[in-house]
């Protein structure tokens, strides 16, 4: 087993379903942090974007997910990491999962391929695919219910299941605040997006776009300033 390195943490990711990845990189280096908040990260994975939390300032961050591996390696990660008191992984699906606490901040690198071809693999599967783990409609209801009124749910999707996604949440007070349109490489459209969503329509959102690489496969100056705080140079 090899730890992924970044700049300030390590990871092993070999025994969970949600692997180290560009979405869960691009949505933790996007996502605004408080000192003040406490964090929800909804199917955590190896926990990479709790510990992103943690080097942003959290004060706290619970991570679950309904995959037991991949929890126990999540809680490895936060054990061996500088920010272990702030870091709690608990297996758990999220539709039943609380204290009666509510979030400042709720992340998530959710399952978004929906009604798409499954992976052979029964975990992969549950992790990746929404209509056999956590739909949208639960997802957004899960938010409803644990997000502090004046909290931010960040999240990462592929640019087509936004669409639906948003008209759901829409019908539940979540609004766009936030939006990164990314594009992978230069000259083709985006193909998935960064949201911050937050109750009650905003007066106006704020919108931006990433390119990832050049034509010729080279990463932009501005995907290696986007990232610049989390890889290693």
């Given at each position: ?49 709790s ?38 992984a ?99 459209d ?44």
């Amino acid at each position: 087993m090899r730890r992924f390195h970044f700049k300030h943490f390590s990871l092993y990711h070999d025994q969970s379903t949600m692997k180290v990845g560009t979405d869960s990189v691009l949505l933790g280096a996007w996502m605004r942090v408080k000192p003040t908040d406490v964090v929800l990260d909804i199917g955590t994975g190896c926990g990479v974007l709790s510990l992103m939390a943690a080097q942003k300032g959290a004060t706290k961050i619970d991570a679950v997910d309904i995959d037991e591996p991949s929890v126990y390696e999540a809680a490895g990660n936060f054990e061996a990491s500088r920010w272990r008191d702030k870091l709690s992984a608990y297996h758990a699906d999220v539709r039943c999962f609380g204290f009666g606490r509510k979030y400042d901040l709720v992340i998530s690198n959710p399952p978004f391929f929906f009604k798409s071809s499954k992976s052979e693999a029964d975990r992969k599967s549950l992790a990746r695919h929404s209509e056999t783990s956590l739909s949208f409609n639960d997802l957004i209801a899960s938010v409803r219910n644990i997000l502090k009124p004046d909290g931010r749910f960040v999240l990462v999707l592929p640019e087509r299941e936004s669409k639906e996604f948003l008209s759901i949440a829409n019908n539940n007070n979540l609004y766009i605040y936030k939006i990164l349109n990314i594009i992978p490489i230069e000259n083709l459209d985006v193909n998935r997006v960064n949201l911050e969503l937050a109750f009650g329509k905003p007066e106006q959102k704020e919108a931006s776009t990433l390119v990832l690489r050049h034509t010729d496969g080279r990463f932009t100056d501005a995907y290696y300033d986007f990232v610049k705080d989390f890889y290693l140079g």
